[in-house]
């Protein structure tokens, strides 16, 4: 796990919102995704490094845990001291030497959580689609139920802890509760254990899922599947499996939340005279009307050929931004009829580029400035 700082990774406040987490993740995650940076290891190190801190700022409980202890409350599985509950002075100190001395309540624990990195392309991800993963991961022994007895029943409360899983031991003033040395936390024991899991409960194994991935998903979003992490201990309560989305940077269009952007090239005759224009959208061609003198940088919006929301109905749309491309490789014919087109243009007094003459005027402004004449 990583030790920098989990805001610091993302580049936000101890105050960011869900909306800001996923903004920056989703800017981190396509500045270094191994496809934009391939053999780059110092781009994958901060791909995985955000993916982490964002995994752990995007879920409430692990968040409360780590802005209040940081990354060892996490690395003690989430816990934290806690001095509620009705007992007196010495059940408060036991769980306080208990949480620093790596104690923790007893019995079995649930199983833990599973993170499954999914990529995408744009077109998956905008339209949805069915992914079929192998994971690895721990299952529950068929054998003996999950218990880890040979004849697959509830293991016997440990006789030194009588099943609480927590010894304690008076030092002086203090009553130290601390993880029974018999069971090791579990509050069980087991005098016959399976043969398949050898005590375990669980066996290692790789399983196949079927995740469906819902329309208008993006980068950083997280799809839950219940019970799908690793078995719990003894029968106790499988983790979650949580699929997280990265799509892949698309050859055409960037993606702006719900709505996408393309470049598009038009040649200096169209950019001059206007005509139509073939832009790709990603349900097929369309043409837009491009007027007479069209400069380079100008935007065209097509309303509603963008993302549709993975949350609401709302579509996004389709920013195409015109660059007017210069010819090359002219012959020598054509390079004679650019220049008299050129002179023709010059003796018109520069009125067909305004843009230059606006520019110049600047230019001269702000020597004459400098040179004070």
């Not at 800001?20 to 993740?25: D, P, W």
């Not at 209040?68 to 001291?81: A, D, N, T």
Request: proline share 5%.
């Amino acid at each position: 796990m990583s030790k920098r700082d989990y805001y610091e990774i993302l580049g936000v406040a101890k105050t960011a919102t869900e909306d800001e987490l996923k903004k920056s993740y989703r800017r981190l995650a396509m500045k270094y995704h191994p496809d934009r940076n391939p053999g780059d290891k110092t781009a994958e190190e901060r791909f995985k490094e955000a993916s982490e801190a964002y995994e752990v700022l995007t879920d409430p409980q692990r968040r409360a845990v780590y802005d209040k202890y940081g990354h060892e409350g996490l690395q003690r599985g989430g816990g934290g001291p806690d001095f509620g509950g009705a007992g007196g002075f010495a059940d408060i100190f036991g769980d306080v030497f208990a949480d620093i001395f790596g104690g923790g309540r007893g019995g079995p624990r649930r199983g833990a959580d599973l993170r499954y990195m999914m990529e995408l392309t744009l077109e998956q991800a905008v339209f949805g689609t069915t992914e079929t993963i192998r994971i690895p991961s721990w299952d529950s022994c068929e054998a003996c139920h999950g218990h880890g007895t040979a004849d697959g029943k509830k293991p016997a409360a440990c006789p030194t802890c009588k099943g609480s899983g927590q010894v304690r031991v008076q030092q002086g003033f203090f009553v130290l509760q601390q993880t029974c040395p018999h069971c090791r936390g579990r509050g069980t024991t087991i005098n016959d254990p399976c043969r398949s899991c050898r005590g375990a409960g669980k066996v290692r194994r790789e399983k196949t899922l079927e995740v469906k991935i819902p329309p208008g998903v993006d980068t950083g979003d997280r799809i839950r599947l219940s019970g799908e992490g690793e078995p719990g201990d003894q029968g106790a309560p499988s983790g979650d499996l949580y699929v997280q989305i990265n799509v892949k940077p698309h050859e055409v269009f960037d993606r702006d939340n719900n709505d996408l952007h393309c470049t598009v090239p038009i040649s200096i005759v169209t950019a001059a005279l206007g005509g139509t224009l073939k832009v790709p959208t990603l349900e097929g061609e369309v043409e837009i009307d491009v007027p007479e003198g069209t400069q380079s940088g100008r935007q065209f919006r097509l309303r509603g050929r963008g993302v549709r929301s993975v949350r609401t109905a709302h579509a996004g749309d389709l920013y195409c931004n015109v660059i007017v491309e210069t010819p090359v490789k002219l012959s020598k014919a054509q390079k004679d009829l650019l220049r008299q087109f050129g002179a023709t243009l010059d003796e018109e007094g520069g009125k067909h580029h305004p843009e230059a003459s606006s520019w110049l005027g600047k230019a001269k402004r702000f020597f004459d400035d400098l040179t004070g004449t």
